[in-house]
């Protein structure tokens, strides 16, 4: 799964299925309320699908509907919403920017209906005290309301026509604030058409639907073909003496069959053995290939008298058999006679297993003393160490730093300066013989980035407070352009709750329950590379 949505969906499984969960809500109360089917809700609790943005409202929505005097908090909603933008960039880029107008609207309303419902719930007679100037809160309400508009179209989203109302005679006009939140409200619903005619026109259908759809025809279905009597006569219909006669007459039948078939069998087999050897054909074991071939070689034997070996050089269709041999005639037993070639040479060691450094590792101790280590290889007497270095004396050119031998796992060797380096390793059997080489391992040094330092929270420090707004805050590193934050929690195993970029040297973040945390920092140079992260800190809170 992609980091960026494995992310929002570790953060969706703990604020609202695990939430839910602990409230005492089961899967069926969750489908029964949302309307969705097990299988949708089950696929986008185990990450197998990603929710539309109505259907991130509606999760989020319920934890607060049930989670009764604890709902989520802003931060926490925001949190959610930016790990699922960025999960929503990566899947479906196309929906992307429309989700984001979709979540703005829907901030807008939100603070709409709140400040519609004061209105509503004061006296009458109060209700056009207030004075309108740009300050004033429904004022900035509507022109972010027209300001996210303005956005839409230019977005090229279609906008909705806009009927022209006219009041109708002796109406009395509402209060500006009521007006002016009507017009928000218009501004609102203009929006929220658009973006759902535009991502229904992206959004996929799912493969697996909520509910059953029928299908209708654009056309009549033709009429069902007309079955075709059989020129076969049925079984049912024949007599019960007429189904035993064919029946005994299909046995006999596969009767003979199977004696003729056994019959050829037994003359094929006593012809094949009748059938003289042809020995004029030399033996792979004894002649040379298709081909002439030179004679084999002469061998004296025990008597002072010579053997002829068959076999020898092969001709035009490749290398023949070489013999070799000896016969004792003085014991009258027959020697052996080894036939096939000379003895055959040993197998290659293979290339040693690399372990450590990693591939690609980037080193930041000082001094710079680098250790490499591999796996042994069974058979191998030594190992060859080479190691060479980018750029140490010549720009854009490899110059070797080590190439000797050792019997050890493992070679260390001071490193010159903040370059990219290289190693491999040959194992070389007892006889001097070398196997294959391993391939090249990179690794480079980068002493000029440490790992930053913490300050607070202490490690081990106990919160009692609530809500656990939490600030995190560390020293800044030299040649870092950012940081990356990492916190956790606790549930029986760490799970992550925020991984995010900053290029303060503070974090500020809701945490998830009252339980144990972690964090750490990593810091970012200009290029992107990660320097060395800090140590996992610990903290608590109990509620």
Known sequence: MEPKKRAFVEVLRVVVFDRMKELGFTYAVMIKRLGYSETKLSRIANGLQLPDCAELFALLDLVDEKALGQPLTETVREHVWGLYLRAVEVTRPDLAEYYRFKKEEEDIRRRQHAMAAERASRPPESAAEDDLDKEHAAVQLRDEAARLHGQIARAGVPLPPQPIVTPPPGAQRPP?????????????????????????????????????TTFTPSRPAPPPPVPRPSPFRSTAALPSGEIARRAGHAAAYLLSFAVVLLCTVLVAGYVLDRLPADDSSPSPSRGADQGGGASGNTTTTSDGGSSRNPGGAGGAGGTGDTGSGTTNRGTGNSGSTTRGGGESSPSRLPAPTLLQPGDGAVLTHSPRTTRVEWAGVTGASEYRVEVECQHCMTIGAWSPQANTTTTDTSHSF????????????TAIAADGTSGSTSPWRYFRYDTSMQAPVQVSPADGTVFEAFPRTTTLTWESVSGTSRYTVEVEFYDTEWRPWIKDETASTSYQFDFVGAQEG????????????????????HFTYTV
């Open 414 to 425: 001071q490193w010159p300066a903040d370059n990219e380096g290289r190693w491999r390793i």
């Open 518 to 537: 972690r964090w750490r920092v990593t810091g970012i140079a200009e290029d992107g590379s990660s320097g060395p992260s800090s140590s996992w800190w």
């Open 176 to 212: 500006a604030v009521d007006a002016m939140l009507d017009n928000t409200a218009w501004l609102l619903d203009q929006v929220e058409q658009a973006l759902i005619r535009q991502i229904a026109r992206a959004e996929p259908v799912d493969a697996v639907s909520d509910e059953e």
